[in-house]
């Protein structure tokens, strides 16, 4: 039955692939190809020539063709093939066909038909080639702009980026790429250009898209990302892909990783662009290994230029050893474990046994012994072999046969069977130490001694006495008194704190508890302090507070150095128990006379009031008028003593005796003053001065009046009766200054002290003792009316210029 080349095309495609595939297999480029990919897109290519071939027009082969010879061309060249191959490819093809077909006795040709055909073949072969040559030309340029990216990247953190940059610009529809580095069992990104996966996530192997490539080792295309059930990882659903790309980067059998490539504006990747990345992933492969391989040759380097300056250094470390063991002063001896000789020796042990570092060489060590320490030798020796190190003192000989005592430690140095190979020793002549310990035996002797002696005087002393160290405050010694005092058995403390943790916080005579840098003897240790009789109340055993009185003072050394403290403390209770008694006493007394002096005026007024009577009588005879004079004067004398003593008492129980300002003129007051002071003696002289100034203020006229009367009545009765008393005021600003001046004896240096105490009368020179009521108040009273003013009083006294009392008194009462 006569068949048509197009019906042979459909019925034996398989036959004309199979012996097409042998004569392709004779390519070298073809023979690892697999069967799958060897035949690829060529049936298809059969059956679009048939179909031509039935149409019987050559017209439009290259729009039947389609995409096949494209598609042919570009796995050919991801395949490795070259122009040449390809073109064999298709020649091998046609020729399979005609040698079959010419071969069967039934073949019918057809011209028209045959023409088609060999049109369509060779409408493929350009298409194929064009393409090839195209898609060749844009893989070689991306190719040349990832290689010129990595000239300038020398390790993978900064190539990654710039690959991917290329592949961005190179394949315009990729939004996002992204490559992942195995670590261990996880995919790890490294670098990202476009928005999608951020570096350093992480996607398990398996696991989602990038997993299943990297577990598969296969490239993966999915065109619809943002639903495809494949696609699990968060970072890639939510990048709003459409069509996503993975292709595994391998070496070999080893997988290094996963790069990918994302577009948001097609559902397809064109096999160009698939053919291109995986190129361009092959590449990236290379120069990534490239990359690792100058990572781990720099940290080859970088580790044996380490060790190369490790063993310099330690060149440099065994050359100062052998400087340090040639220099140091302490004797050094390297001796021989197996037969116990020295096998080295430093100069120090050799001069302290008096020979030469070349005599001792090979000597037997007990050699160095004196010879009543021999006996002991091995027993040290064993000891040094059992114990990391050990330490001993020996009696070693000199050359001369002298002898020294010397400290040793040995340490001893095992071989890996942990046999002892070798000990090194150092020696230490301790001559000097063994005196110095003897005198320090001594010296601790004699201190023991001396503090003996103080603890005995210590004892001894009234006052309690104990010392502290700098700066701890620790408490080294108290005296018996100490304990007699405070009812409590003294131990030695740590410091300040423990001991009053142990025996209570003393307290301020006010009863507030001393904080600890309060206390005497901290501020003595701490800030060189001394403290003189400071009172305080510390707590006994039985629960009592007794006052005490307490000194300290620091004790330096000779730069001055505070290094201890020393306080001591009285028992002042009775002697407080005692001033309590008194002054109670002399409350009750002053009050006792406040009482009388106040009492005692109502019968006085009695008195006055009938002489007053009795004065205005014209009856009364001469000698009675007489008598009843006295009795008034006596009265009058009575009144002033009264008042004196109120106003003492006012001054000791009432807080000070009361002040009543008003407005006024100090001249009058003095001017009555001393008017009055001329009536009571008119036979002396009285002068009174007044120099030019102001003297208003706000004053108490009546009490100034009596200090006035007092200070003239004491001048005129302490002066020679010829002498003359003399009164001067002046201004002083905001103060008026009052002057009483008499010639005469001057008073004792001793006595002006005490001139405004209280009850002092007797007959003193100068202004005295007492005033004219001779309770010897007069100048106390004169005191406590200045001082209530805000005034003071000063007296000088000379026998050149006499005795002068100074009151100086503010205008205006001072705040």
């Known amino acids: 039955m006569p068949i048509l080349l197009a019906e042979f095309l459909l019925q034996q495609r398989e036959s004309i692939m199979s012996a097409w595939e042998v004569e392709v297999r004779r390519i070298p480029a073809a023979q690892a190809l697999p069967r799958l990919a060897l035949r690829d897109g060529l049936p298809r290519l059969l059956e679009v020539v048939a179909s031509l071939m039935r149409r019987g027009s050559p017209g439009g082969v290259g729009d039947g063709l389609g995409d096949i010879p494209d598609r042919h061309a570009i796995e050919r060249l ?59 030309e844009r893989t070689l340029q991306a190719l040349d702009r ?9 390790d993978a953190a900064e190539l990654l980026p710039a690959l991917l940059q290329v592949l961005r610009e190179t394949v315009a529809v990729v939004d996002v790429a992204a490559v992942l580095l195995l670590e261990e069992d996880v995919l790890r990104v490294q670098s990202v250009v476009g928005s999608g996966m951020a570096v350093g996530d992480v996607v398990r192997m398996g696991e989602g898209f990038t997993g299943t490539i990297a577990a598969t080792r296969q490239p993966l295309l999915v065109r619809a990302a943002r639903t495809d059930s494949r696609v699990s990882e968060p970072s890639l659903r939510d990048a709003d892909l459409s069509a996503l790309f993975g292709v595994p980067l391998l070496l070999g059998a080893q997988l290094m990783g996963v790069v990918l490539m994302g577009s ?101 060590l007990e050699d160095t012994y004196a010879p009543e320490a021999r006996g002991v030798l091995p027993r040290h020796v064993a000891a040094a072999n059992s114990k990391p190190s050990h330490e001993y003192e020996s009696l070693h000989m000199r050359k001369d046969g002298t002898r020294f005592p010397a400290f040793t430690h040995v340490t001893a140095f095992k071989d890996e069977s942990g046999r002892v190979e070798q000990r090194v020793a150092t020696v ?63 131990h030695p403390s740590t410091s300040m704190q423990d001991y009053m943790s142990d025996n209570g916080v003393s307290l301020h005579p006010d009863g507030r508890p001393y904080a600890m840098e309060e206390l005497p003897l901290t501020r003595s240790l701490h800030h060189g ?28 050394d000779r730069e001055g150095t505070i290094v201890a403290a020393v306080a001591t403390m009285v028992d002042v209770s009775e002697r407080r128990r005692a001033q309590e008694a008194s002054l109670q006493a002399a409350r009750f007394g002053e009050r006792l006379i406040a009482i009388v002096s106040h009492d005692l005026r109502n019968p006085l007024n009695a008195i006055q009031l009938s002489a007053t009577q009795l004065l205005h009588s014209e009856a009364l005879p001469e000698r009675e008028r007489r008598l009843v004079t006295r009795i008034a004067r006596s009265g009058d004398r009575m009144k002033r003593m009264i008042s004196e003593l109120l106003d003492f008492t006012r001054g000791r129980l009432g807080g000070g005796i009361p002040i009543q300002r008003t ?10 003053g001393v008017d009055e002071l001329e009536a009571a003696w008119p036979e002396r002289k009285l002068a009174f001065r007044v120099e030019p100034g102001r003297y208003e203020g706000e004053w108490d006229g009546d009490r100034l009046l009596q200090v006035v009367s007092n200070l003239g009545g004491n001048a005129l009765q302490y002066s020679p009766a010829d002498a003359p008393v003399s009164f001067k005021l002046y201004d002083d600003g905001d103060f008026v200054v009052l002057e009483v001046q008499n010639p005469g004896e001057p ?69």
């Open 146 to 154: 990832i290689s010129t990216a990595a000239l300038g990247s020398a």
């Open 428 to 490: 230490v002549d301790i001559t000097q130490r063994r005196a110095m310990e003897m005198d320090r035996q001594r010296l601790l002797g004699a201190i023991e001694a001396e503090r003996a002696r103080l603890a005995s005087v210590l004892d001894q002393m009234p006052a309690g006495v104990f010392i502290a160290d700098a700066p701890s405050g620790r408490l080294v010694m108290a005296s018996r008194q100490v304990e007699v005092i405070t009812g409590r058995p003294f």
């Open 264 to 364: 948001r504006a097609t559902h397809e990747l064109s096999e160009e662009d698939q053919f291109l990345f995986r190129a361009m992933a092959a590449r990236t492969t290379a120069l990534l290994l490239q990359a690792q391989a100058h990572a781990r040759e720099r940290e080859a380097r970088a580790v044996a230029e380490a060790s190369l300056e490790r063993l310099r250094e330690s060149e440099a470390g065994l050359r100062r050893w052998a400087q340090v063991f040639k220099r140091l002063g302490v004797g050094v001896a390297v001796v021989d474990a197996t037969e116990e000789r020295l096998r080295e020796v430093n100069p120090a042990f050799a001069r302290m046994h008096g020979y030469s570092p070349e005599e001792l060489t090979g000597r037997r």
């Open 78 to 136: 991801g395949e490795g093939f070259d122009l040449r191959q390809v073109v064999t490819e298709y020649r091998l093809l046609r020729a399979c066909v005609l040698r079959l077909w010419t071969s069967r006795e039934n073949a019918t040709h057809r011209p028209e038909a045959e023409l088609v055909f060999h049109e369509a073949m060779d409408e493929a072969v350009a298409a194929s080639v064009s393409r090839y040559s195209l898609a060749r």
């Open 663 to 672: 407005a006024g003129d100090f001249r009058a007051v003095v001017r009555l």
């Open 747 to 815: 008073i004792s240096p001793e006595m002006l002290p005490r001139l405004f105490d209280p009850f002092r009368r007797g007959a003193m020179a100068g202004v005295g003792g007492a005033s004219s009521s001779g309770l010897g108040l007069g100048l106390y009273i004169v005191e406590q009316v200045v001082k209530g003013h805000g005034g003071r009083i000063e007296v000088t006294s000379t026998a050149q210029a006499g005795t002068t009392v100074r009151v100086t008194l503010p205008r205006l009462p001072m705040a």
């Open 529 to 556: 302090e001394v403290v003189q009789g400071e009172e305080m109340l510390i707590p006994r055993e039985d629960g009592q507070n007794i006052a005490v009185l307490l000194s300290s003072a620091p004790i330096l």
